[in-house]
């Protein structure tokens, strides 16, 4: 009788027997090389999911991108950032988008964020956010990340070097007021509010925060409130803190900020932004109508 295979050999034949098993070959290498990640998506927003296959060069990573619906395998090759780049892809929630990050990861690190999207004018990723930034730094005292956000023009594809087109800050201006139309509407019901809010990727909240002015300011606001409320405390703290620097006199932007920053268990700076409140609301005589956790977390 013939003897069984040992676990030596099933270790080694396992990934050919991915290699067999892998629907239309493309997928074989990704499952069989361990080192290996990927991601699948909708991403050409066609009903027909694409795959992500990527994995660490050394210098960089190295990325496959499979369109069933093009039935073409897209290789692109990129190079670390900076020396201090840990490079990652990952989708952006609840858009079509992802991410190429190689920032550092280190406290008050350097961001370098690379957000693409498929276009089908080009049948290829586009570059479409440049997100650069410092991280946070608790050490020194600095509680969020400074994230600067560009949009960028045409069709830089993965990898791609050399110089980039810009929508200017005019056009970006108008984009912005556009949004906020839309963010009017959809505050009017909760279903339509919340779908508006999964729509805002953290670097577009970022992006916010450089164009802060007194048209906009209440709507700015609004939204980092509604965040706040729905979980994203996080997220809002930037925008939030470029109000109170912009506008101090807006007293409940220091509420909405407090209440960031203890949902992100900064106690400190929150009790410190609460008695800021506290304060401001005494002195024009509505102390009646300040909440009762800001009178708790102040103790």
């Known amino acids: 009788m013939k003897s069984m295979l040992s676990f030596r050999q099933i270790y080694y034949l396992f990934p050919f027997f991915l290699f067999l098993l892998a629907d239309g070959g493309g997928y074989a290498l990704a499952l069989a ?7 699948v998506g909708d991403f050409e927003n066609n009903g027909m999911p694409g795959r992500i ?3 660490d060069s050394g210098g960089g990573i190295y990325v496959e991108y499979k369109s069933q619906f093009l039935n073409k395998t897209f290789k692109y090759s990129i190079d670390k950032f900076d020396e201090c780049s840990s490079m990652s892809i990952y989708k952006i929630q609840n858009t079509r988008r992802i991410a190429i990050d190689g920032s550092c990861s280190s406290n008050g690190g350097q961001i370098y964020r690379d957000v693409y999207e498929w276009n089908s004018n080009y049948s290829n990723w586009c570059l479409v956010r440049r997100v650069t930034g410092e ?15 560009a949009r960028v023009s045409g069709c830089a594809t993965i990898g791609s070097t050399g110089s980039y087109g810009y929508e200017s800050v005019v056009d970006v201006r108008k984009k912005i007021q556009a949004n906020l139309s839309a963010f009017r509407q959809a505050s009017r019901g909760k279903d339509t509010l919340r779908a508006y809010l999964s729509s805002m990727a953290p670097y577009d909240v970022s992006e916010l925060a450089e164009y802060v002015d007194s ?11 509604f965040l706040i409320e729905n979980g994203r405390s996080g997220d809002a703290i930037a925008l939030l803190e470029e109000i109170v ?8 932007a220091k509420l909405n900020l407090a209440d960031a920053y203890w949902n992100v268990d900064i ?8 008695g800021q409140y506290y304060d401001g609301m005494i002195s024009k005589n509505m102390g009646g109508r300040i909440p009762s956790r800001v009178i708790e977390r102040i103790k």
């Open 245 to 252: 620097k912009e506008f101090p006199d807006r007293i409940v």
């Open 53 to 55: 296959i990527y994995r």
């Open 33 to 39: 090389n361990p080192a290996d990640f990927d991601l």
């Open 267 to 274: 106690g400190r700076k929150a009790r410190k932004l609460y």
């Open 215 to 225: 048209d906009n300011v209440a709507d700015f606001n609004n939204i980092a409130y």
């Open 135 to 149: 991280r946070a730094d608790v050490v020194n005292e600095k509680y969020y990340s400074s994230e600067r956000v």
